[in-house]
Each structure stands twice: as C-alpha cells, then as structure tokens.
C-alpha cells in the first residue's frame, strides 16, 4: 500500500504531535473521494472543524499545486499551501499535503504538515488516509490532551468525507 511522502522535520515519531486516520470504503472511487476534498467550499459541509475558508490570490475553491489559502480549525485561524497535489490516475494514489501554520512566539507558533492520500482498492473499495504532524507548544499541549481532539476531528472528516462522496452518487 501507498504512504504520505513526509518532508524533513515532519516526520511521525520526531514531532510533537501526530495523528493518523484510515478507513476502507466499498463503492467508492479514489476519484469519487477527491471531487470531495478537493473542493474547499464542500469541506464545512461534512466537517464542521473547518470554517472560513479563503484562498489569497482569490482564486479556489479547489486546491491545487502551490494554492495559498487558509481556514479556521480548532480556533487557529491556518495558514496554508499545497506542497502535494496528484489527482487520481489508473494504479496511482491520489495526493494531497499542505504545509500549515499559525503565526506566533515561542508559546504559539504552530506549523503542521497535513497529507492526504486515495488509493483504489480491489473489490470496488476505497482506502482513505490522512495523517498530520505538527510543531509547536500548541501542538506538545494536544499530544496531550485526552481524548486527543485532533484525532477525533480527524476521524469526523474522514468519515464525512467518504459519506459526502457517497451522497454525491445520488
């Protein structure tokens, strides 16, 4: 199976948070899933961690290659840019990363690298994927937080991204 390609300072286990999410959907389609995330204007649809959504050069809603933009989550205001963008091809994951951050001092800063990925399974199935780690004082204060918030707004998306794709079948 396919893995997120990380950058350095970025990789799980040297930062201090991480967390990753995974489900396998039958009847999907890694292109179906992608129409989804893709779409920034559809993410508060079926996430509602994620508000406020703006792309600087007032371009968007679909991300792409460089694509500056940034959006509300866990009450970080986010800025972002797309480092990965490979849209679903025959036998290729699809790919999607961005290198987030919050502006601040020592006490605030947070800079996260957030990956997608979307690989067609045998069976008409779907692996879904996001992982994140992150950097920073805030990121240290909710590695330890229990239940872990990131891990379970993760899993929110996760899953309402495959049902987003889902309802978009009918």
């Known amino acids: 199976m396919s893995d997120i390609h990380w950058p350095q300072g970025y990789l799980p286990g040297t930062t201090d948070n991480y ?3 995974e489900i396998t959907v ?5 292109a179906e899933v992608w129409a989804q995330l893709n779409n920034t204007a559809a993410w508060p649809g079926y996430y509602s961690n994620a508000s406020d959504i703006r792309f600087h050069d007032g371009t968007g809603p679909e991300l792409r290659q460089g694509a500056r933009f940034r959006f509300t989550t866990f009450g ?14 025959a036998g ?14 020592a006490a605030t800063r947070l800079d996260v690298h957030h ?14 994927l996001t992982q994140e ?4 004082q805030p990121a240290r204060d909710l590695a330890k ?20 794709a889902q309802q978009a079948r009918v």
Request: charged share 20%.
């Open 19 to 21: 967390v990753s999410n």
């Open 133 to 136: 780690t992150q950097n920073g």
């Open 145 to 164: 937080t229990k239940p872990n918030p990131m891990l379970n707004a993760h899993q929110e998306w996760i899953d309402g991204l495959a049902a987003a």
């Open 115 to 128: 990956a997608w990925l979307f690989e067609d399974l045998p069976g008409g199935r779907v692996r879904i």
């Open 26 to 30: 039958a009847g999907l389609s890694t």
């Open 92 to 105: 290729q994951a699809a790919r999607v990363a961005w290198h987030g951050w919050v502006e601040g001092d």
């Open 76 to 89: 970080f205001l986010v800025e972002g840019e797309v480092t990965e963008h490979v849209p679903p091809t």
